[in-house]
């Protein structure tokens, strides 16, 4: 009987296989087991990935209670208008039916836009949504979500069991306890699934487990781990959509990633197992880091915020593509502090084969933590006892869903928006003046929603604040960079171009070429001692060449392609900006696969080193208003120096470096980015940089302009001039951000209590003054509002004329510091330091700009 039903279990799924494996080869079509609908619609449509959307009206049971209407406003982070633009209002219940297979599961997707309809706006909308028997949302308020999301528009996806009678109802019913609500919907898509659950154990009971025949699953998060955003397109024909894992990870340890060597190829143990997930996941990773010592201390650790009171299945996904043997990785893994699996072996799993994928599923009952919060942790570390080759953990893909509760419902209440996000919403409203309610209303939801990005940061930052309580110990220490590093900061993108095309750019002379050999006798063969910092990107060395130079040679894992991006950008940009104020690029090297970059030595390490956490002996106060002067050139530099405009992204004290005369240069250009051209008047891009010093502007809207480089200077000034970090978890509520922190005290006039207290007595009353107007002008929430970096120059300037004469240099030049829009341009003289920059260079140059244009 069990024999039987496995056969036609497999027999089944292997046509199934087949089939979407097929049919998914460009365009999902409707067929008769699959439902992609625009709600509203009046005719079918193409979306702008090529997929078809039918109209909805011949699935409504009795369309007489549901109107149509368009969306008045198309928020640009929408993917495309279909389905979006058009949404089914509906005034009373309402019953879409579908008649499906009755053999398998159906992934139900929901799309909502909520945004202002003629005649209907989404914030007074809450209902409840049911399939058949199933509660899949209650009290449901599509607003609310989106804006604790900070996104333009969501999607709930949900996998039925298959259905027996062959027939779905999907029922919308307006909430009865808010007067005049109305429910509504965008997309619906029902579509086809092969079983990809199976009879998983509790962790913590080894003797229970959850029948996931029976469960209708929600999914909650999906991440490609270590890699990238793969968009439904590109999923192994189940219509997924995987996002990049960074955002979830917890505190500063976030290991590296790193994705599979081209000759390794992913090996799918059976024809179904494509369908669990597609290749790229599998094909990238993250795992702790090279250094076994820094790997023990710490855990590897993921955290989700989810609904309390609900069993969720964890399911991670593993492909050892860079270890070839049983007990060379094995680790623990836990979930909510418990373990879930010890003395995990990829290799083990997976029959020690390189580069076939394997999935463990784990189910946890999550309770309120009193708050009607709840919270997973999933977290990984070395198995010590095990005594494997490397301490080490890897992992590829994470999937989070939650189950239906024993009354067949998965709703849960509508988030809470964080505090962060209701203090951005009141000080939006409290700068709107003037307009009727409805539009200031409009205005907070174009504030707060941004696109997934956004969302994607936000919960980042959200988890970083929520932890402040936890210790901070093992924080920094694989990030202990103190020379261009990637991967150091946010920048965990991986990408699959080779680099070695845009590598012989190079070859046009701007920067030297090393041999492997010179590397190799530079840095004694690579030899630890020679180590001077470790990021994601790979080891930074210290050493010799030319019989006498001291260099710094960076270069990158070669087991990693982690930053390949960022190691190209940054040889496009140094190799063609010399200044004195920024780090400079002697040469490079690109032999046997290796990336190695040399800079210029810079004897006295970060700024940061010298603030505070060292035992290093503190700067003079003079000394650090020349090294933010230098720093402030720099980045000035950058944004006007060149024919166009270059937004460093990720300005902050680590990034600035000292050489052995206290010059500050800027270093890091991993994250840089080019900036508008006429015709623009921002980059719109990926939320990028470091937590504590980002533009609120640039996280709100994802419009990166330079005036977010001078929002992150604003933070390092206070940095200097406090001598604490941006964010302090382990401080107060009110405490925890520099930026709010000085400007609370700015406003109180309590700056005093807060300046750094080794410069405190040296310090003059002007200067100081001075200084913290100039950090405070830079932190304004509106970029608009923000001097230009010119002008945050002059002022820092004028702060050092002051602190040598208190009495005032004289009072043009006063007036002229007040205007923040005034740049000396006798001060600093751009041409002259941009010498370098000829017109060839800016021939090269304007490529990299326009990257699409070769
Ligand atoms: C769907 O709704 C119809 C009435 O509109 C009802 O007769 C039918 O039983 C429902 N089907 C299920 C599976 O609930
Ligand atoms: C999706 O697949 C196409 C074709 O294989 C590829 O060109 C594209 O880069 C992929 N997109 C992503 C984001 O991986
Ligand atoms: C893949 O290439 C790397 C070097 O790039 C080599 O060390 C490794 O042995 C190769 N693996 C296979 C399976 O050929
Ligand atoms: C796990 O432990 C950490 C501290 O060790 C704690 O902050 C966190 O709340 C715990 N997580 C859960 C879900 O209990
Ligand atoms: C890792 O997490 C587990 C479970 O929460 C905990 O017991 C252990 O102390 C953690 N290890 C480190 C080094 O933080
Ligand atoms: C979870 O269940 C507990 C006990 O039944 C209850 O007090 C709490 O309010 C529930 N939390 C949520 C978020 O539903
Ligand atoms: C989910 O709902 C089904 C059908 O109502 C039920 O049999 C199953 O026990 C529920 N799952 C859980 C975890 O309660
Ligand atoms: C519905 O959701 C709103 C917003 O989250 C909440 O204020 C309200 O109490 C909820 N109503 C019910 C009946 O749960």
């Not at 369309?63 to 979006?84: C, F, V, W």
């Not at 999550?366 to 490397?390: C, F, I, Q, R, T």
């Amino acid at each position: 009987m069990i024999f039987n039903t496995h056969i036609l279990f497999f027999l089944f799924s292997f046509s199934f296989v087949s089939n979407i494996l097929h049919s998914s080869s460009k365009t999902s079509k409707s067929n008769s087991d699959s439902f992609v609908l625009a709600c509203g619609g009046s005719s079918d449509a193409t979306d702008a990935n090529g997929r078809n959307w039918a109209p909805d009206s011949k699935f409504l049971a009795s369309p007489s209670n549901s109107m149509t209407a368009s969306a008045q406003s198309q928020d640009p982070s929408l993917p495309s208008s279909i389905p979006y633009m058009t949404a089914r209002i509906f005034t009373s219940s309402a019953t879409y039916k579908f008649s499906l297979s009755s053999k398998n599961r159906h992934w139900v997707r929901l799309h909502f836009y909520p945004s202002s309809y003629t005649d209907f706006s989404a914030a007074e909308s809450y209902f409840s949504l049911t399939a058949n028997e199933f509660i899949l949302l209650r009290n449901f308020s599509a607003l609310i979500t989106a804006q604790a999301l900070t996104q333009a528009y969501i999607i709930k996806e949900f996998s039925l069991t298959p259905i027996q009678s062959g027939s779905l109802n999907l029922t919308f019913t307006p909430s009865s306890t808010h007067k005049g609500s109305l429910a509504f919907v965008n997309g619906i898509e029902v579509i086809s699934m092969p079983e990809i659950f199976q009879q998983a154990t509790m962790v913590g009971f080894s003797d229970q487990s959850l029948e996931t025949e029976y469960s209708v699953f929600q999914t909650m998060f999906r991440l490609n781990v270590g890699g990238q955003f793969i968009p439904e397109a590109n999923d192994s024909g189940l219509t997924r959509t995987w996002y990049d894992d960074s955002p979830y990870l917890f505190g500063a340890a976030f290991g590296v990633s790193s994705e599979a060597d081209k000759n390794v190829s992913i090996k799918y143990p059976s024809r179904e197992a494509e369908y669990i997930a597609p290749v790229d996941v599998y094909k990238t990773a993250r795992t702790m880091g090279p250094n076994p010592k820094i790997n023990v201390n710490f855990n590897l650790t993921w955290v989700f915020q989810i609904d309390a009171n609900f069993t969720y299945l964890v399911r991670l996904h593993f492909c050892e593509y860079q270890l070839s043997k049983a007990n060379q990785r094995v680790f623990d893994i836990f979930i909510n502090n418990q373990t879930a699996q010890q003395s995990a072996d990829v290799m083990a799993w997976a029959d020690s084969k390189k580069g076939v994928p394997v999935y463990k599923d784990f189910v946890m009952y999550v309770k309120d933590d009193g708050n009607g919060d709840g919270e997973l942790w999933v977290a990984l570390h070395p198995s010590v006892s095990m005594k494997p080759e490397y301490y080490d953990a890897i992992l590829n893909g994470l999937e989070v869903f939650k189950v239906n509760d024993t009354r067949g419902n998965l709703a849960g209440p509508n988030p809470k928006p964080s505090w962060l996000q209701q203090k951005a919403i009141s000080d939006q409203q409290s700068r709107s003046f003037g307009p009727s309610q409805s539009n200031k209303r409009a205005r907070v939801i174009g504030g707060v929603v941004g696109g997934l990005g956004s969302f994607v940061l936000i919960v980042g930052v959200l988890v970083f604040l929520n932890r402040r309580k936890c210790k901070t110990g093992t924080r920094n220490t694989n990030t202990a960079s103190w020379l261009p590093l990637y991967g150091s900061s946010r920048s965990s993108g991986t990408t699959k171009s080779s680099g070695s095309s845009r590598f012989s750019t190079l070859d046009g002379g701007f920067c030297r070429h090393f041999s492997l050999g010179e590397i190799k006798s530079a840095t004694k063969n690579f030899d630890e001692s020679q180590v001077i910092g470790v990021g994601g990107f790979g080891k930074v060395y210290e050493g010799v060449v030319d019989g006498g130079t001291k260099v710094a040679i960076k270069r990158s894992n070669p087991s990693s392609e982690q930053g390949v991006h960022e190691f190209q950008t940054e040889i496009d940009l140094l190799s063609k900006l010399r200044h004195r104020h920024l780090v400079s690029l002697i040469g490079a090297c690109k032999e046997n696969d290796e990336m190695i970059l040399v800079y210029d030595y810079m004897a006295n390490g970060t700024l940061r080193e010298h603030l505070y956490k060292t035992n290093k002996p503190p700067l003079s106060w003079k000394q650090r208003l020349e090294i933010c002067i230098g720093a402030a050139r720099g980045i000035h530099y950058l944004h006007t120096g060149a024919k166009y405009t270059i937004i460093h992204r990720d300005v902050k004290t680590t990034n600035i470096l000292l050489d052995e005369k206290w010059v500050a240069k800027v270093s890091d250009f991993g994250l840089s980015k080019t900036g508008p051209t006429l015709n623009q008047t921002h980059v719109s891009t990926v939320v990028k940089g470091s937590f504590g010093y980002l533009d609120p502007e640039y996280f709100r809207r994802q419009q990166l302009t330079d005036k977010s480089d001078v929002y992150s200077f604003g933070v390092v000034l206070f940095e200097v001039l406090c001598g604490r970090a941006a964010l302090n978890p382990s401080l107060s509520k009110e405490q925890v951000s520099l930026a709010d922190w000085a400007r609370n005290n700015f406003r109180k006039g309590t700056m005093d209590s807060i300046i750094d207290q080794h410069i405190k007595g040296e310090i003059s009353l002007e200067c100081s003054k001075k200084f913290s107007e100039t950090a405070m002008k830079c932190l304004s929430d509106q970029g608009i509002d923000r001097p230009s970096m010119g002008a945050v120059l002059w002022n820092l300037e004028f702060a050092l004329q002051l602190q040598d004469n208190p009495d005032g240099p004289n009072v043009m030049a006063e007036q002229k510091a007040n205007d923040a829009f005034v740049v000396h341009t006798t001060l600093f003289n751009i041409e002259e330091e941009a010498e370098e920059t000829d017109d060839s260079s800016n021939v090269i140059f304007s490529q990299i700009v326009n990257p699409q244009g070769r």
